[in-house]
C-alpha cells in the first residue's frame, strides 16, 4: 500500500524533474492560481498528485507556445469545464497568433536596420570613427518600428 501512496504524491523537486519546471515557477503558478495548493506533509511539505503533474505540463506547454498567464488562466478554466463550447479558447489562440505575426514583423524590421547599419563599418577604426556608433547616435536615420 505504501508504494501506491508513494506514486500518487511527490514533493515539489520531484515534480520539476518530471516536468522541467523549476521550483520557483512551481511555486509562482500556485501563487498566481495556476496550480491549485497542493496537500501537505505532517511536516509542512507540499506534496503533488497526477492531477498537478498533467496541469502543470498543459501550462508549461501553453507557456512554450508563449501564451500569457491570463490567457492560460482562461485555457484553463475552459479545460476545467469540457462542456463549454470552444469559442473562448479558439479567441485566445488567434489573438495570441496575431500578436506572434505582429513581434515577427517587428524582428523582420529590427533584422533589416541591423543588417543595414552593420553593413556601414568594416572594423578597423577608432570608436570615435566607427560607422556602428555614428549610426546609433543619429536617431533620425532609424527605420524599423519602434513599440
Request: net charge neutral; glycine share 6%.
Amino acid at each position: 500500500m505504501e508504494v501506491k501512496i508513494a506514486e500518487r504524491v511527490m514533493p515539489i523537486g520531484s515534480l520539476s524533474e518530471r516536468t522541467g519546471v523549476k521550483v520557483e515557477t512551481i511555486r509562482y503558478y500556485e501563487q498566481v492560481g495556476l496550480l491549485p495548493p497542493p496537500e501537505r506533509s505532517e511536516g509542512n511539505q507540499r506534496r503533488y498528485g497526477r492531477v498537478h503533474l498533467e496541469r502543470l505540463a498543459f501550462i508549461k506547454h501553453a507557456r512554450d507556445l508563449g501564451f500569457p498567464v491570463d490567457g492560460i488562466r482562461a485555457l484553463l478554466r475552459l479545460s476545467d469545464n469540457p462542456g463549454m463550447a470552444c469559442d473562448e479558447a479558439h479567441a485566445i489562440s488567434v489573438a495570441h497568433l496575431d500578436e506572434v505575426r505582429h513581434k515577427i514583423a517587428r524582428l523582420r524590421s529590427l533584422e533589416k536596420e541591423l543588417e543595414r547599419i552593420a553593413a556601414t563599418c568594416s572594423g578597423g577604426v577608432s570608436a570615435c570613427d566607427c560607422a556602428i556608433i555614428e549610426a546609433l547616435a543619429d536617431h533620425s536615420q532609424c527605420r524599423h518600428e519602434r513599440h
